[in-house]
């Protein structure tokens, strides 16, 4: 009997190798299972084995994270003994082996372990023996965070340290992250973190840890953010510059007009707001003009180039710097208009000029018009050859009493060969202009009534 049950024990191991099971009676599809507290964990169980040909008798217990251990469930196939102070807790899920853990909490974490004794029906004396250990976490949503810091004053720069802190009420395995400005903080040689990151540690203080801090707290089942809070730093004066809308500057030295009053702004990064001295230089020694951040200064007021000093102090952090720059009075004529209005093609004084020429020119058209009349001028140049050419040609004879009168004859000498002359040849005398002598108009008169009766 004994060498057929060994051999009958063989037959099935070689079975189950062949099989897809791989010699396995059950199977527990995850090792650690997470709950969240009030609600439900299922430790579920696969058998893979049918129920009806076996029999089973097992245990569920619970193994604290102290080492204590306790008897959940007893049961077999057909019977079920539940501890009485887990029996509102625990549910065996008949007829598998599968645990239902409800209304969880934290004393629920630890290890629940299985063992489970199979026999089968058509194998005498043969008894499996299976255990299982399924790790059981319950995490506890978190509330709101609240941070702190420390100290709550301004820090100096360079010289104070800020701590900030991060803590919940409730929540379980919290991984802690700081922001500033909503950028994730990473650690450096000034910024160090406790070990699970509730603290934050700036040492030193700077310009650049300044803005706004919150922390970020989560686990599995929740994730939860604080508010803000603002980080104040003393610091500067930083980026000192002496500016001014007026005249021309080359590098440290402003070029202003002569008779221009000009306005130089110092300026400063600083927290606190800078205090602000002016300062002339002249001959190696050195004059405090005004104080505040803006100088006033009158070039008519200027024999020569002048240096001045714009000095910034920080009452806080008993910091200064200084901005020196040279001030010359000169003309910039042109050249300044042409650095001041590089955007215009045209100076305004180049088209006041333009714009008083042509009203003088209007004007002297104008006058010239009411003066000389130049139309009745062209016109009178214009006809008279017209008329000219036109006037039919007279012998001299054509109309007598147009010939009455008194003539006068005058002789020139050597270039007529008569002593006399007709009115026909005198009416061509116009035409000797290269002649050297006089010619007398014909003087013509036309008698009165008693000239006729001699006449007649």
């Given amino acids: 009997m004994e060498a057929l049950g060994i051999r009958a024990l063989c037959v099935c191991t070689a079975l189950f190798l062949l099989s897809e099971v791989n010699s396995q009676f059950i199977h527990v599809p995850s090792l650690v299972r997470h709950g969240v507290e009030g609600g439900s964990l299922f430790l579920p169980v696969e058998t893979r084995f049918q129920l009806d040909e076996a029999e089973i008798q097992g245990t569920w217990s619970h193994i604290r994270p102290s080492g204590t251990r306790t008897t959940l469930v007893t049961f077999t196939k057909n019977t079920t003994i539940t501890d009485m102070m887990y029996r509102n807790h625990v549910v065996f899920r008949q007829p598998n082996v599968s645990l239902l853990i409800q209304r969880l909490n934290q004393n629920y974490e630890g290890d629940y372990h299985l063992d489970l004794n199979i026999e089968f029906h058509n194998r005498t004396s043969l008894v499996i023996k299976e255990e299982r250990t399924v790790h059981v976490t319950v995490d506890v949503p978190i509330s709101t965070p609240v941070i702190g810091k420390s100290p709550l004053h301004t820090v100096v720069e360079d010289e104070g340290n800020v701590t900030w802190t991060c803590s919940v009420k409730k929540g379980t395995r919290i991984v802690f992250q700081w922001l ?16 699970d990151h509730s603290t934050l540690v700036i040492s030193p203080a700077r310009k650049e840890d300044m803005g706004e801090y919150r922390c970020v707290a989560s686990n ?14 003393y610091y500067g004066p930083y980026n000192l510059a002496v500016n001014s809308g007026q005249g ?20 400063a990064d600083s927290n606190p707001p800078n205090s ?6 002249s001959h190696n020694a050195t004059q405090v003009i005004t104080e505040g951040p803006r100088l006033e200064v009158r070039s008519y007021r200027l024999a020569q180039a002048e240096e001045y000093l714009c000095r910034a102090f ?7 710097d200084e901005a020196q720059f040279t001030l010359v009075v000169a003309s910039l004529g042109t050249g300044k208009e042409k650095h001041t209005q590089d955007s215009s093609s045209v100076s305004p004084l180049a088209a006041i000029t333009v714009g008083s020429l042509f009203i ?3 004007m002297v058209l104008v006058f010239l018009k009411r003066t000389c009349h130049p139309k009745r001028v062209l016109m009178s140049l214009y006809n008279r050859p017209l008329t000219e050419q036109k006037r039919p040609h007279r012998s001299g004879h054509e109309d007598a009493t ?9 002789s020139i000498p050597g270039k007529m060969e008569s002593t006399q002359a007709s009115c026909r040849s ?10 050297h002598t006089t010619i007398y108009d014909v003087i013509r008169y036309v008698p009165e009534t008693p000239t006729h009766s001699l006449l007649n």
């Avoid at 920080?314 to 200064?320: F, I």
């Fill in 180 to 195: 500033r400005n909503n950028v994730s903080i990473a650690s450096s040689d000034r910024h160090r973190f406790s070990r």
């Fill in 248 to 267: 021309l500057r080359t590098g440290e030295v402003f070029t202003i007009n002569p008779g221009e009053l000009v306005f130089f702004d110092c300026q």
């Fill in 402 to 410: 147009e010939d009455f009168g008194i003539y006068e004859f005058v």
């Fill in 314 to 320: 920080n009452n806080v952090t008993q910091k200064q």
């Fill in 360 to 362: 003088i020119g209007c």
């Fill in 426 to 435: 005198l009416s061509h005398l116009e035409s000797v202009q290269d002649m």
């Fill in 276 to 281: 602000y001295v002016w300062i002339s230089k």
């Fill in 220 to 233: 599995r089942v929740s994730r939860r953010s604080s508010g803000t809070m603002d980080l104040s730093v």
